[in-house]
């Protein structure tokens, strides 16, 4: 079996078996996913979330290029504290789908491109909550808007496709990670002091008490957000997923769009785009 001109192995095993998702599905959801999620990849290292035995059983990240991975995979290398690292670049269907079949469900994307890994261009808040009560994260979300808009920022919005939402909006390139990381941390921290109730930058999970984690500290040199349109590897098979803010209302959890909807939305995005 061959999706995009690479060869499938182990097509049929099951790796989200509550819902009998195979690695075939996942493939095929990749390669038709590959319009709209290739922009957001493209000339940005990754971080691979593989899970070769299917989600039940213990996935690893994956940072460095696998010395088996052919030549059509790019890499670069990228400067660490303790040396160097080669790390893929996902910029075409093909190498998509080859990650996709080497068991990767989830793609986390760096925060910078290639060419100014020291310079982000990408911001992002991801709301973590502390549990189930989806209708509070919704109410932060709206909250941290306002306050990115005080800010000239005009953020954009994604359900995680896991537990949480992000907030996110471009940058001009020219601050550096440890700029960029200072301001975002300015911004949670007066979140925390305009909501103390709701949210809490404590890195403690148990010192969290109920609220709302802010999480910055993905606006840092190395540091990866998930991709839109990446699955996430849970029961749902959810994905991360872009959504306008009017359709906020709707939503019922970050996993409202799923492997099994989410292209019902997409189709949905064409049509709207056509007329």
């Known amino acids: 079996m061959q999706i995009a001109g690479v060869e499938i192995s182990h097509p049929d095993k099951v790796l989200f078996p509550k819902k009998g998702i195979t690695k075939a599905d996942m493939i095929s959801y990749y390669e ?6 290739l922009p957001f990849l493209k000339d940005r290292p990754l971080t691979l979330h ?3 035995g299917g989600i039940n059983e213990s996935g690893f990240y994956q940072k460095n290029a696998s010395d088996y991975f052919p030549s059509f995979i790019k890499t670069i290398k990228i400067e660490t504290e303790e040396g160097t690292n080669t790390q893929v670049l996902c910029n075409d269907r093909k190498s998509l789908v080859y990650l996709a079949n080497q068991g990767t469900v989830a793609f986390h994307i760096w925060l910078s491109k290639k060419d100014k890994l020291r310079q982000p261009d990408r911001v992002v808040f991801d709301l973590d909550p502390f549990d189930e009560d989806f209708e509070k994260i919704k109410e932060g979300a709206k909250i941290m808007r306002d306050l990115l808009k005080s800010k000239k920022n005009d953020p954009s919005l994604m359900t995680s496709g896991k ?11 020219g601050k550096d990670f440890d ?3 200072t301001l975002t941390r300015d911004i949670a921290e007066e979140a925390e002091k305009k909501e103390p109730g709701l949210f809490t930058t404590q890195l403690r999970k148990d010192k969290r008490e109920g609220k709302i984690f802010v999480d910055y500290l993905r606006n840092a040199y190395a540091q990866t957000a998930v991709c839109p349109y990446s699955l996430r590897a849970t029961e749902e098979a959810g994905v991360a997923t872009p959504i ?7 939503i019922k959890s970050a996993s409202h769009y799923h492997i099994e909807n989410i292209f019902r939305r997409t189709a949905q995005l064409n049509r709207n785009n056509e007329e």
């Open 163 to 173: 537990s949480g939402l992000h907030l996110y909006y471009k940058l001009r390139r």
């Open 32 to 37: 038709r996913i590959a319009p709209l999620m």
């Open 244 to 250: 306008e803010w009017e359709e906020l209302s709707r």
């Open 179 to 181: 700029r960029v990381k």
């Open 50 to 52: 593989r899970f070769p």
